[in-house]
């Protein structure tokens, strides 16, 4: 018996959220398949990019989710990439107006769901839409984004909880001076996470869009926060600010927009509720106020993971400087800038070899999430980002690639990648994790955000 409650919203129907009292879960089954070449979406077609099926009883919980890239390959149009189980929405919309941008560029995606109900056969897309497409306006969906589905049973020590905007939020309006903190903030999206009585951390990921609003550009930025710390204690070893510019030159129309945050085990015990905040970016004194005014789309997706037998994250990297109100590492330059990486074909080590462990009698599914600002300077001639996952010195994972172009390769944006180890079950004992960044182009200064790139548990 199909026990999936429908909800008509924004002419899609979409599958009610998980309570955090529907499943105490453990990461145990599911499968993740990559896109194996850039896949054209044309206009006026719904395209199925990957899909996988799985099994599933009624009581037992799914998570799907995909982190990825497109790009805009002819005319004007916005891109929608969203998953689809049994033809029914699943996960938030991850869209971009590359119309209303004076230079479209690629971008990087996240889109994620949590949901309960299903019973028997199940089968997952991840999928392309052309919207407003002129003429035969069409994009791409790049090589190496991912689509993962894992299967959480009623019994074990983990919980899931999630939660989604059913309509489009009220316009956040901001006027957030030069150095300003803390951060002004509104609850957009909150969810029980259930913690009470839970060993490990809270873990979190938010995904969706933000849209301007009244025509007031500048910098949105989401991030989650917890019932203990409140909006304006987050901790940025906890919390990762996620930031796109909503400007003409970068994505006003529409933006995807992700984060994660990680709560430590030490607080989850009180931690019963996260929250999602739409805040502002602080700019310095040279560029006066930022008094961006935006929306954050209807879909948007808030989804709590607690209770994991193995968890850690990579909270900071050393030698951060201030850029306005965030915290970056420069990465790499082409002209030998102070405290800056040659620009090399080799490749940069982001984030050094962190070591983590799998226990004895653990399914060896894990899941990993990296994301980080990336910022580059208004010269710049600009170019492209590619960052990827490394588990045991093998790339996994999907490219989290940005592209930067001139005159605005100062627009912030964020990447995003992940992996699964669904097919691949890990070993019990010590494994190696790291990021590795790619340039290609002309950077004075490249930059990417210091603050908790990187997550992962199971």
Request: hydrophobic share 40%; glycine share 10%; aromatic share 10%.
């Amino acid at each position: 018996m199909n026990r999936i409650k429908l909800i008509l919203l924004s002419n899609l129907f979409v599958l009610n959220v998980l309570s955090a009292h529907d499943a105490l879960v453990s990461l145990t089954r599911g499968v993740y398949k990559t896109l194996q070449i850039d896949t054209v979406v044309e206009a006026l077609r719904k395209t199925a990019l990957i899909s996988a099926s799985v099994e599933i009883s009624p009581d037992d919980a799914i998570v799907v989710g995909s982190d990825g890239r497109f790009y805009p390959v002819a005319g004007k149009l916005s891109a929608l990439v969203q998953i689809e189980c049994n033809g029914r929405l699943a996960s938030n919309e991850a869209v971009i107006n590359w119309a209303a941008s004076q230079y479209p560029v690629q971008h990087s995606y996240s889109v994620i769901g949590a949901w309960s109900g299903f019973d028997g056969n199940v089968t997952c897309s991840l999928m392309g839409i052309a919207l407003f497409p002129e003429g035969n306006a069409s994009f791409a969906v790049g090589a190496t984004s991912n689509l993962y589905i894992t299967i959480i049973p009623n019994t074990g020590s983990m919980r899931v909880s999630g939660n989604l905007l059913r309509a489009d939020s009220r316009p956040y309006q901001f006027d957030v001076k030069p150095d300003q903190t803390p951060l002004p903030s509104y609850p957009a999206l909150s969810v029980t996470t259930g913690a009470t009585g839970l060993s490990g951390p809270v873990v979190v990921f938010a995904a969706g869009r933000s849209y301007v609003s009244d025509g007031y550009y500048g910098d949105a930025v989401w991030f989650i926060y917890n019932n203990v710390n409140g909006s304006g204690a987050t901790d940025r070893q906890e919390v990762m600010h996620t930031d796109n510019d909503l400007s003409p030159g970068a994505e006003s129309g529409n933006a995807p927009m992700y984060t994660h945050a990680f709560f430590p085990s030490s607080e989850n015990s009180l931690v019963s509720n996260v929250t999602l905040a739409a805040s502002a970016e602080a700019w310095n004194h040279a560029s006066g106020d930022n008094t961006v005014h935006y929306i954050i789309g209807a879909t948007t997706t808030l989804v709590s993971f607690t209770g994991a037998a193995v968890s850690g994250r990579v909270p900071w990297i050393d030698g951060a400087i201030p850029i306005g109100n965030s915290y970056y590492v420069c990465v790499g330059s082409d002209c030998a800038w102070p405290g800056c990486p040659p620009i090399t074909g080799n490749g940069h080590i982001f984030i050094p070899s962190t070591l983590f462990e799998v226990p004895a009698n653990h399914s060896g599914i894990v899941f990993f999430s990296f994301k980080s600002l990336i910022q580059g300077e208004s010269n710049d001639i600009g170019g492209y980002l590619a960052a990827q996952i490394i588990i045991d010195g093998n790339p996994v994972g999907n490219l989290a690639v940005q592209q930067l172009s001139t005159p605005d390769s100062i627009s912030t944006r964020t990447l995003s990648a992940s992996w699964s180890s669904a097919e691949n079950p890990l070993g019990a004992g010590l494994h190696t994790i790291s990021v590795i960044v790619h340039i290609v182009g002309k950077f004075a200064q490249l930059y990417l955000g210091a603050q908790l790139p990187l997550v992962w548990f199971g």
